[in-house]
Every structure is written in structure tokens, then in C-alpha cells.
């Protein structure tokens, strides 16, 4: 995007009043966005954006500034502005830049821009058409379509130039239903760090029928008991739980500024000695994969709670610095306008030994919950509330009837630490995190798990 002379006497201008660290994130975005809603295109937009951001981190704070001009008399005149921010001497002149090889590598089958415009809105409207046609109770289907191609590189003051390009691949249905009074509403959600290989790979249209099919269900279903109860989560219920519970409280920043409920619990139990924690943004074709996160570190593999005992933090560069700690490659930032922070990427519970169906087997009463809905998390204490999409009674060691309207509340350091079955499968949920102003796509996991007790909420019928 720039040549490499420019990027280091950029690095250089941006250290000539002192600094510890300082970097060059230079990206191009292209994406298209289609949109069917109520039988209509709604919206189809494609384009593409390009800027850069430049960073000086001086003692062990962050200045920032960035532009969508990338010509070298902006890009001088925004390094010099952040200069000002020093006020010591100049760090020493870096002399070259090495490209930085990844550790990693994500095939692309299919590249979405070489795939035709009418093809991509041929997905949508099937999707919508496969939910009307499902039942009559249907009453409105929203189909989303989203391919982005976004390239990065990063220049940075420790002598590397790293290189990445991502390509994001997702398709999202919302089929709502209602009958007299009663609103119910069904959500599905393909993607990845992957190609329009993803639609071959995955029937849109069975896709969009599961979403149809889950809204009718709930249309019937009775209202969930309330109550302490025992309750399994299944694998297909992606990881919401595990991401909001513990996964933004083991993000660096949050536990140093003690907003976390794992604040100081290094090398301590944080949940049952079953239970292993790990974000990993090496996986393939995972949305929230990379081969650099967005300082150019190589991604990897971190495990965080490994046998219930907390082990590690999510960091980027300046929480590592604070910490003494090298960067785990969870520097990410939503576009070149955004700082980078500490991320989460793919964040799963490891799966355990038990096979599922022993695990259901286990419960004479209680809620299975098939698919989790959104939810939030106070990071400070660890208490949360979650949304059942998809639950059922468990009656004698099986799936019952269905039931609505369930929330589940509780303490994630106390859930964690409960949790007494683990299965041998593991279910993904794709996402976009958000976070100080900002998204990222991340995708989330966990097996199948016994909670022996957690405070489940029924909701009214509405």
C-alpha cells in the first residue's frame, strides 16, 4: 500500500521525541452486504475503504491518530503530530524492515470477488422463500449475505513488516413467527475465515428452514419453569456462555484496571479441574482466525485455564509491556480508525471425555438447552444473564417438550466451578464482539456440560 522506505522513516519520524514502541497499520477493505427483508431487497451495498493508522506508545500509554489519506505528506504530518506526545530523547533510528513469515495459512477456494452479484442475491432469496414456504405462521424473514476482503500490513518499530489477508464469508437468517398473541423468533448463522466455498459446504436452504422450524416450535411451546435447577447445555449452543462468563474478563486491560473478576487470580482456581479454556486464532477457516492479529504478532494457540487454574491473559502489546509479558496475538482492532486492544478470537472450553448422551442420561429432571440466545456479563463480579433459544425439559434421561421464555442467570467463576460432566464433542458460534466502541469477528465453543444448579428464569408468554 505504501513502500517500505516511507513506512520506516514514518516509524522513525513517529520516535523522534522517545517512545517504547511505535507502528504503521496500513488497510485495504472491500465488502459486499446484501440484505432480504419482507420478500424485498432491502439493501445491497458493496465498496471498498482504505486508511492507515499510526501509534506511538510512550510511557506505557497510547497515542493514536489516523487517516484515510495515504500520501506521504499526510502520513509525515500525522507520525510528526504524534511525536509531539514524547518529550525525551529519540529512540534509536530503525534501520530496516523484515517481512515477518506466518506460522499459519488459510486456503481460499472460492474468492467471493470473483463470484457474480446475482449468485450472492440467489442465496438470500432462497433463504427467505425456504422459511415463508415453511409454515403459514412465517411473518417475516430477514436474510443477510456478507463477504469482506480485508487486507492488512503492519509496520512496526521492533523490524517487522506483517502481512495479512482475511477473507470473511457469513450468512445470517431471522425467521419470526407469531400466532395470536404470541411472538417467537428463530435465528441460524453460517461464517468464517473462508471463500463462497462456505455455501457449498453448507445448505443455505437447510439453514434457513432450521431458523423457520425453531420459531414454530416456540410458537407452541410452554412457558419454562422456573427456579434452581440442574441444567445441560448443549454443544450446539455454540460458546456465548463461555465468552461472556470468563472470556472478557481474562482480556489483559480489563483484569490490570481490576474491572475483572480475574483480577490477580494468576496461578489460582477459576472453575472445576474439567474444564480448559483456550483461545486459539490459528484454527482453520474460524471467524475469528488470522495469521497476524493487528500488531503484527503471529497468531497462536494460548491456553488460559488449563484443569480449572487460571494461567494466562489475553494480551496485546501495551498490557504485555505493563506486565512484563510477551504479547499472546490478541492485539485487534476494528478498522484502521481503532486502536488495538486485547480480543478475544476463537475462545472454547476443550472437550472433555464424556459422550453426550450419558451426559443427558445423567439427569432424571432439569433443562436441556439446545441453543443459547444473546446475554451479558458484569466482568467486575461474573454475573451474568443469557437467553434460552431453544430449551427443553429433560424427563428421565431425555429430551422432553419444549419450553419458552427461559433465562439463565448466575456467577460465571461459580458456574465454572460447578460444571461436574465435560462431553467429547465441541459445537462453534460465529459472532461480532463488541468492545470500547468496536467490533471484531470472533467465533466461540464449548462441549457439552452439566451446570449441577444455576437460577433459570421463566419468562410470561408474549
Known amino acids: 500500500m505504501i513502500n517500505k522506505d516511507l513506512q520506516l522513516k514514518l516509524i522513525n519520524k513517529t520516535l523522534s521525541n522517545g517512545g517504547e514502541y511505535a507502528d504503521i497499520y496500513l488497510e485495504y477493505r472491500k465488502q459486499t452486504f446484501i440484505v432480504v427483508d419482507d420478500k424485498k431487497i432491502e439493501n445491497i451495498v458493496t465498496g471498498a475503504v482504505a486508511g492507515a493508522g499510526i501509534r506511538l506508545i510512550y510511557n506505557g500509554k497510547t497515542v493514536y491518530a489516523f487517516t484515510n489519506d495515504l500520501s506521504e505528506e499526510a502520513l509525515t504530518r500525522a507520525a510528526e503530530e504524534i511525536s509531539k506526545a514524547a518529550a525525551g530523547k529519540s529512540t534509536d533510528i530503525i534501520m530496516n524492515l523484515e517481512i515477518r513469515r506466518p506460522k499459519v495459512d488459510f486456503l481460499i477456494k472460492l474468492f467471493p470477488p470473483d463470484i457474480p452479484l446475482e449468485r450472492k442475491i440467489s442465496l438470500v432469496r432462497r433463504a427467505d422463500n425456504t422459511a415463508r414456504d415453511h409454515d403459514s405462521r412465517i411473518k417475516q424473514v430477514i436474510a443477510k449475505y456478507v463477504d469482506t476482503i480485508q487486507k492488512v500490513e503492519i509496520a512496526a518499530s521492533d523490524g517487522f513488516i506483517s502481512e495479512d489477508e482475511r477473507v470473511y464469508s457469513s450468512a445470517i437468517i431471522q425467521a419470526t413467527a407469531s400466532q395470536e398473541d404470541i411472538i417467537q423468533t428463530g435465528y441460524e448463522a453460517i461464517g468464517g475465515n473462508t471463500g463462497f466455498e462456505l455455501f457449498l459446504e453448507n445448505d443455505i436452504e437447510e439453514l434457513s428452514l432450521a431458523a423457520a422450524e425453531r420459531a414454530i416450535m416456540m410458537l407452541t411451546a410452554r412457558r419454562a419453569p422456573g427456579g434452581r435447577m440442574p441444567v445441560i447445555i448443549a454443544s450446539n449452543a455454540g460458546g456465548t456462555m463461555i465468552h461472556e462468563a470468563i472470556g472478557h474478563g481474562l482480556e489483559a486491560d480489563l483484569a490490570q484496571q481490576g474491572l475483572s473478576?480475574?483480577?490477580?487470580?494468576?496461578?489460582?482456581?477459576?472453575?472445576?479441574?474439567?474444564?480448559?479454556?483456550?483461545?486459539?486464532?490459528?484454527?482453520?477457516?474460524?471467524?475469528?482466525?488470522?495469521?497476524?492479529?493487528?500488531?503484527?504478532?503471529?497468531?497462536?494457540?494460548?491456553?488460559?485455564?488449563?484443569?480449572?487454574?487460571?494461567?494466562?491473559?489475553?494480551?496485546?502489546?501495551?498490557?504485555?509491556?505493563?506486565?512484563?509479558?510477551?504479547?499472546?496475538?490478541?492485539?485487534?482492532?476494528?478498522?484502521?480508525?481503532?486502536?488495538?486492544?486485547?480480543?478475544?478470537?476463537?475462545?472454547?472450553?476443550?472437550?472433555?471425555?464424556?459422550?453426550?448422551?450419558?451426559?443427558?442420561?445423567?439427569?432424571?429432571?432439569?433443562?436441556?438447552?439446545?441453543?443459547?440466545?444473546?446475554?451479558?456479563?458484569?466482568?467486575?463480579?461474573?454475573?451474568?444473564?443469557?437467553?434460552?433459544?431453544?430449551?427443553?425439559?429433560?424427563?428421565?434421561?431425555?429430551?422432553?417438550?419444549?419450553?419458552?421464555?427461559?433465562?439463565?442467570?448466575?456467577?460465571?467463576?461459580?458456574?465454572?466451578?460447578?460444571?461436574?460432566?465435560?462431553?467429547?464433542?465441541?459445537?462453534?458460534?460465529?459472532?461480532?464482539?463488541?468492545?470500547?466502541?468496536?467490533?471484531?469477528?470472533?467465533?466461540?465453543?464449548?462441549?457439552?456440560?452439566?451446570?449441577?444448579?444455576?437460577?433459570?428464569?421463566?419468562?410470561?408468554?408474549?
Do not use: W
Open 261 to 462: 473478576v480475574f483480577s490477580g487470580k494468576l496461578g489460582g482456581r477459576v472453575a472445576s479441574d474439567l474444564i480448559t479454556v483456550i483461545d486459539d486464532a490459528t484454527l482453520e477457516h474460524k471467524r475469528g482466525s488470522f495469521r497476524f492479529d493487528d500488531e503484527g504478532v503471529p497468531s497462536q494457540r494460548t491456553v488460559l485455564v488449563e484443569n480449572g487454574i487460571l494461567k494466562k491473559y489475553m494480551y496485546d502489546r501495551l498490557t504485555a509491556m505493563k506486565d512484563g509479558e510477551e504479547p499472546t496475538g490478541n492485539g485487534r482492532r476494528e478498522s484502521y480508525r481503532h486502536r488495538p486492544i486485547p480480543r478475544m478470537s476463537n475462545t472454547f472450553i476443550a472437550k472433555g471425555e464424556t459422550p453426550p448422551e450419558e451426559i443427558l442420561r445423567s439427569l432424571e429432571k432439569g433443562l436441556f438447552i439446545e441453543k443459547i440466545g444473546g446475554g451479558q456479563v458484569n466482568t467486575i463480579s461474573g454475573d451474568f444473564v443469557f437467553e434460552v433459544q431453544e430449551g427443553y425439559l429433560i424427563e428421565k434421561g431425555k429430551k422432553g417438550e419444549p419450553v419458552r421464555g427461559a433465562t439463565l442467570t448466575g456467577n460465571g467463576n461459580q458456574i465454572l466451578e460447578s460444571i461436574d460432566m465435560v462431553g467429547n464433542d465441541l459445537g462453534f458460534a460465529i459472532g461480532t464482539c463488541g468492545k470500547d466502541g468496536q467490533g471484531v469477528p470472533i467465533s466461540d465453543a464449548m462441549p457439552t456440560v452439566r451446570i449441577p444448579e444455576i437460577v433459570v428464569g421463566g419468562a410470561c408468554d408474549s
